[in-house]
């Protein structure tokens, strides 16, 4: 795979980012102006959130019949439909609600097919860089949508404001003609989802994800305080209009934090950089108890709570793609439930975390996101040391087989992998 085509692949996910920041801060904006309770607001937001629980168990039709790639044009020209037609319907609740969830389920289909088709042809030293930009493609996305999204709706008419946006959203679409696809399985999608369980049972069975379940589902890099931070602007004595921008801005520029992967993953395996990006990241948020309550350190949160988080997604998806390997029949589909797991502890750390604002404000919030954090990496590093002093685990060549790349990420790589 040519290196001036790795930033190409991970730049096609930018419809992931661009639609979740026009649900999460364009639409909630769009609606506060007009008066709408914020539970509702809430409300409308979470169940627009609600398939990233789910949307793998139609994850199957990916994998077959037709080419990754083909679902991807499909399912990103979906998107960019319900997009419209969500912007357009915000005088509705219930049925604003029904567009913006099965928008997010085909933007999370669609970056699961660009997941399943470039893990497949993604070669095992590109998979770091490959997660690095994957991860810019989202943090980016939404970085620029939060900010530009309510500008335009404000200061455009309406159906020429829609159309940009949309036309955000379809723009990665035309990087696909410079990239290869991997050819379709045969089976028709009434066969795979037939298989469906007999598949996801193979899958948890493989060492490769059984290795790397552990890392997703506990709140080793979960930084669930990205999701939160936005709210708090007030606790920080920072004004609902500069927090949005800040949150925008943060986002956008700490997507740069990806970048730091590839040169890392040369000298240290996945799985243990993973648990570094997550202990590194907890110190950095204990930090942030000892900060005065002031817009200037609210903005300082807000940057290095995003740049510990994109790199600790760049690690995850590059984990993901090299579970996947060549030729996998299932690329698609594991993908999808790998991608499944990562949101799970940044959705119950997100209950924990306002937990501890409960209990202690802006004290309690931080404490209790960081110390499970470093619990965790401490938790699964204990475990990874035994297993390496044991001689459980091999140290593969830069060049690795579907096998070897299982055990790639388990230990520490003392051969610098060639980008």
Not at 57 to 75: C, E, I
Request: net charge neutral; hydrophobic share 55%; glycine share 10%.
């Amino acid at each position: 795979m040519s290196g001036r085509l790795r930033p190409i692949m991970g730049l096609c996910n930018l419809p992931f980012g661009l639609y979740g920041g026009v649900m999460l801060t364009t639409i909630p904006q769009m609606l506060a102006a007009r008066g709408v309770p914020q539970p509702e607001i809430a409300s409308v937001t979470a169940i627009g959130l609600s398939p990233g629980f789910f949307f793998f168990l139609a994850s199957p039709m990916l994998d077959v019949r037709f080419s990754r790639k083909t679902y991807a044009y499909l399912l990103g020209i979906v998107t960019a439909l319900m997009l419209a037609f969500a912007l357009t319907s915000t005088a509705g609740l219930a049925w604003l609600s029904v567009l913006l969830f099965a928008g997010q389920l085909a933007v999370s289909l669609y970056s699961s097919a660009l997941g399943g088709w470039f893990g497949s042809i993604v070669s095992p030293e590109d998979e770091a860089r490959l997660g690095a930009w994957f991860a810019i493609g989202n943090f980016g996305g939404y970085g620029l949508t939060s900010m530009v999204g309510i500008l335009l709706v404000r200061d455009l008419p309406l159906p020429i404001s829609v159309s940009l946006l949309c036309l955000m959203v379809l723009a990665p679409l035309l990087l696909f003609s410079s990239l290869s696809a991997s050819a379709p399985d045969s089976r028709l999608a009434a066969e795979s989802f037939g298989r469906f369980f007999i598949d996801i049972f193979e899958l948890l069975r493989r060492p490769a994800v059984l290795k790397t379940l552990p890392f997703f589902l506990t709140p080793c890099a979960s930084f669930a305080l990205v999701n939160t931070l936005g709210a708090l602007g007030r606790d920080f004595a920072t004004s609902e209009a500069a927090a949005a921008a800040i949150v925008g801005i943060g986002a956008s520029v700490a997507a740069i934090g990806s970048l730091l992967v590839p040169p890392l993953a040369r000298h240290v395996a996945l799985r243990p950089l993973y648990l570094l990006v997550g202990s590194v990241g907890a110190m950095f948020t204990l930090t942030l108890i000892i900060l005065p309550h002031t817009p200037v350190s609210f903005a300082l949160s807000v940057v290095g709570e995003n740049l510990f988080g994109t790199a600790g997604v760049a690690v995850a998806t590059a984990i993901s793609f090299d579970t996947i390997g060549k030729n996998n029949p299932l690329a698609a589909t594991q993908f999808a439930v790998l991608n499944a797991a990562m949101l799970f502890s940044p959705i119950y750390m997100q209950e924990l975390d306002g937990i501890g604002y409960a209990w202690g404000g802006l004290l309690g919030n931080f404490l209790m996101d960081a110390t499970l954090s470093l619990i965790a990496c401490g938790t699964l590093g204990l475990i990874l040391s035994l297993k390496r002093w044991r001689g459980l685990l091999t140290v593969p060549s830069p060049v690795l087989s579907i096998e070897a790349a299982e055990g790639f990420a388990d230990g520490i790589n003392p051969t610098p992998i060639a980008h």
